[in-house]
């Protein structure tokens, strides 16, 4: 018999997932979605970084960023992402591991017009991860796409959303003496069922 029971409790880890957010938007100061988000470069080094996750769909976790950073060009070259989103005032984080696809269609049109307007004009003025000479020369950017694409301005083609789909979900909760609760759920493919553990500490 499971012991799966009250937090962990469920079928589907996406429903667990977005149950657990919820749970964090009422006592998490700030950002409750943010992501630890870890990419590999070419030469096999590890990079992390905290971006904010936009949506916990049926199958996938989707987050927004421009198509030229180095988070993003680390992706496209492995095709793979992990992340940790972790939450002080619950005392439980959700480790997520999984390939990666690009989000670009209607779902990414919809989030980008979403956004203030500064945000959006942000996005075409912003050539993230590049060097910047100053941040008065950032600012000048902006005054100029604000000239070229005014008050509407459409999502850049260069900036857009990722999906990862996992293969590896762990649900990890605070428990007395370090003795935490551990639950990992994990599959070969999108397509295979899930397989749960619960993991020593």
Known sequence: MSDRTGIFAG????SIARLWLAEAEKSEINDPNA?????????????????????????????YTNYGSAK????????????????????????VRGTVTRE????????????????????????????????????AEVAKVTAQQGPSPKRPPFWGGYRIDPVEIEFWADGAF???????????????EWKINRLNP
């Open 178 to 192: 370090r003795l935490h609760d551990r639950f990992v759920w994990r599959r070969d493919s999108a397509e295979t």
């Open 104 to 139: 670009e269609g209607p779902q990414a049109d919809a989030y980008y017009a979403s956004r203030s307007l500064k945000s959006r004009l942000g996005a075409w003025a912003s050539d993230q991860s590049k060097p910047l000479s100053s941040r008065t020369a950032l600012m």
């Open 35 to 63: 992501i630890a988000l870890s990419t590999v470069d070419a030469d096999g080094l590890p990079n992390a970084r905290m971006v904010l996750l936009k949506d916990i769909e049926d199958d996938a976790f989707v987050f």
């Open 72 to 95: 993003a060009q680390e992706i496209e070259q492995g095709g793979k992402a992990a992340f940790v989103m972790h939450w002080k005032s619950l005392r439980r984080q959700i480790r």
């Open 11 to 14: 079928d589907d880890p996406f």
